[in-house]
């Protein structure tokens, strides 16, 4: 079986800028696939060129087995959701979700129909006779999932849909897209610079830099091996030891990233459990940040940060504390 | 010390305003409320009021007695010529404005940028700084039987295509300058910047979002023209055919210069509340343009034309 989405060596070149770079990527069909990394990394213009809307400057494109540079966006069977939604505002919520049947000349009667079954979908059954501009953002964000999903598109491409909302709407929406991946087992491509959204939702994340993939896998896999600094550091922050360190602390001689929940911070002389390596420090500054804490330190020179549970006011600013790791929790990492 | 209490004092004007922000906004707002209240509406209420006034044939004097008798008088056939022939006019005028106007518009709106942008406008608004009158000149210039347009036409022998042209029935004449096809043509050479400008603007607000959103939807480029692109236009093209239309149907000189002299709204009311005298007849007539073009305005929001807005 074909993959759903696959690139070939694709670059991207806008004159010397290079936005995306001999990239190569493969995604299966059902798979709920995120493109993750800081703006201007290139996973846009991906996205871009899956939908049509960018041709490759060279390299090899294909969408579900058929080959698709040269293909405009209105032949291809892929549809996107809008960074800002893109809703038209001349037409009502309803005519905005029938707008890709009307265009392919299916009936009044049936697109309705369709377009009423998509926005109960999406929660918005009652909402056909609004126009764009009485919705809010999130209902906005909806109507634009209504609209690209009545099309029953092989592959949905998202882009950074989620960016224009409020933490708590961003959270529900997170949950429902996912239950509506698995519910319609469709093939989502979706588009983050948040590193959270891309973990909780994604079967696999690509992380971007400078227009090249830089480490692929799946949420967990990215996670907890990175295999870069610029991944261990944007993939949730992680504590970057340099090779001396990390080599004499139960590590190997490399750039070695640490994840801060993986330490354990105890008071000086107190026993620890397992096997641990142990450092003493002494405590830099102190965040507390609802269920957990974070503390910073300073040992011999490193920082090193731990996040650890909340309990009570055990440590104090400037005290002297032990912090301890798993050695299987050093991750050793290319040089970049 | 004295400074410090005049700051103190021009603070409490500046406290006060900012507490009671309506007294702020209803002082920013008498001067252009009494400008369009009693100089503009005003006299447009004088002026329909005339209209209900009626000229005493033998005095030649304005009897002040409420009557529909002027307006009666509008619907004799040589008026209600007049009345079509304006119509007509004003909107060939407008229909071919909107045509020539909104490609020079896409293209201003869509591709121009920087440098070329600065071109389009300064095309665009470069003839409306020159006197109206100038341009209309320099029209029939141009239209005459002497002029550049027939002196063209002889050189690549195609004099016969404008005889052709002339020997039409109604818009013909003896040359393009003593022709409606000569009105016409100077009436679009005259409005079409204030097509041009309202067209491009809506353009302008087209985002290119919105035409990608279309395409990813299935629509091809004809399609997006018809049903996102042109339909979002719209407000843009009805706005610059309120000028076009407006501006035609209130004109007394171009026809009065251009053309075979046949009289159009605006040269009726010239000569009537001119040498006629009889303002009455006037009024009722300057009231015809204001009707039709609330009626334009009506048939344009019941089609959908300002859903966009």
């Keep these: 079986m074909p993959a759903a989405v696959s690139f070939q060596r694709v670059s991207r070149h806008f004159g010397h800028v290079r936005a995306v770079d001999d990239v190569s990527l493969e995604i299966a069909e059902g798979e709920f696939f995120a493109m993750l990394g800081p703006s201007g990394s290139g996973k846009t213009t991906c996205l871009r060129l899956i939908a049509g809307f960018e041709q490759p400057s060279s390299g090899h494109i294909e969408i579900f087995g058929q080959t698709a540079e040269g293909l405009p966006p209105y032949r291809r069977n892929v549809n996107t959701v809008f960074q800002d939604y893109a809703l038209f505002p001349h037409m009502t919520v309803g005519e905005n979700v029938a707008y890709g049947l009307m265009i392919k000349g299916v009936g009044r009667a049936e697109r309705d129909a369709k377009a009423l079954d998509s926005l109960s979908m999406v929660k918005l059954k009652g909402f056909e006779q609004r126009r764009p501009s009485q919705l809010s953002g999130g209902q906005r964000q909806r109507v634009a999932l209504a609209r690209a999903l009545v099309n029953q598109p092989k592959v949905l491409l998202l882009d950074e849909p989620l960016g224009a909302l409020d933490l708590k709407l961003r959270e529900q929406m997170q949950e429902e897209l996912k239950a509506l991946q698995k519910q319609l087992g469709i093939t989502f491509v979706f588009v983050t610079h948040d590193q959270g959204e891309a973990l909780s939702m994604a079967n696999r994340v690509a992380i971007f830099n400078d227009g090249k993939i830089v480490q692929e896998g799946t949420p967990n896999d990215v996670y907890e091996r990175p295999r870069s600094r610029f991944v261990a550091d944007f993939v949730g922050s992680s504590n970057l030891l340099p090779p001396e360190f990390a080599m004499a602390h139960g590590g190997t001689k490399a750039w070695t990233s640490l994840r801060p929940e993986k330490i354990k911070v105890v008071a000086p002389g107190e026993p620890v459990h397992g096997n641990h390596h142990t450092v003493s420090g002494h405590i830099i500054s102190i965040q507390y940040q609802g269920a957990v804490t974070r503390i910073s330190t300073d040992v011999e020179g490193t920082r090193i940060a731990a996040v650890v549970p909340t309990l009570n006011d055990i440590f104090k600013e400037g005290d002297p504390v032990q912090l301890a790791w798993e050695t299987h929790n050093l991750v050793a990492m290319d040089a970049a | ?309």
């Design chain 2, 1 to 309: 010390m004295n400074t410090a209490t005049s700051a103190h004092s021009r603070g409490r004007l500046a406290d006060f305003l900012y507490r009671n922000s309506g007294i702020l906004t209803l002082a920013l707002l008498l001067p252009p409320l009494l400008w369009i209240g009693i100089v503009y509406l005003g006299s447009l209420f004088a002026l329909l009021l005339q209209s209900f006034y009626s000229l005493d044939e033998f005095s030649g004097l304005i009897v002040h007695e409420f009557t529909f008798s002027t307006y009666r008088r509008l619907f004799t056939p040589t008026n209600l010529t007049i009345i079509l022939r304006t119509v007509v006019m004003a909107a060939a005028v407008t229909i071919v404005s909107a045509i020539v106007a909104f490609p020079i518009a896409y293209y201003a709106a869509r591709y121009a940028r920087g440098g070329w942008k600065a071109l389009f406008y300064l095309a665009v608004m470069m003839p409306l700084w020159s006197s109206y009158l100038v341009k209309v000149y320099a029209w029939k210039l141009i239209l005459a039987k002497e002029g550049i347009i027939t002196w063209i036409a002889d050189k690549l022998h195609l004099g016969w295509v404008l005889d052709g042209l002339l020997a039409l029935p109604v818009i013909g004449g003896s040359s393009l300058s003593f022709s409606y096809i000569g009105t016409f043509l100077v009436f679009v050479y005259i409005w079409l910047p204030y097509m041009i400008l309202p067209t491009q603007a809506a353009l302008e607000r087209v985002a290119k979002n919105f035409i990608e959103a279309s395409a990813d939807l299935g629509a091809t480029p004809r399609q997006t023209f018809s049903t996102v692109i042109f339909p979002l236009a719209l407000p843009g093209i009805i706005a610059g055919s309120i000028f076009t239309f407006s501006l035609t149907l209130g004109d007394y000189i171009i026809p009065q210069i251009v053309g075979n002299s046949r009289p159009f709204i605006g040269t009726t009311v010239y000569a009537l509340q001119g040498t006629a005298g009889d303002i009455p007849l006037a009024a009722a007539f300057t009231v015809v343009p204001v009707i039709i073009m609330g009626i334009y305005l009506i048939v344009a929001r019941r089609m959908g034309a300002f859903n966009a807005l």
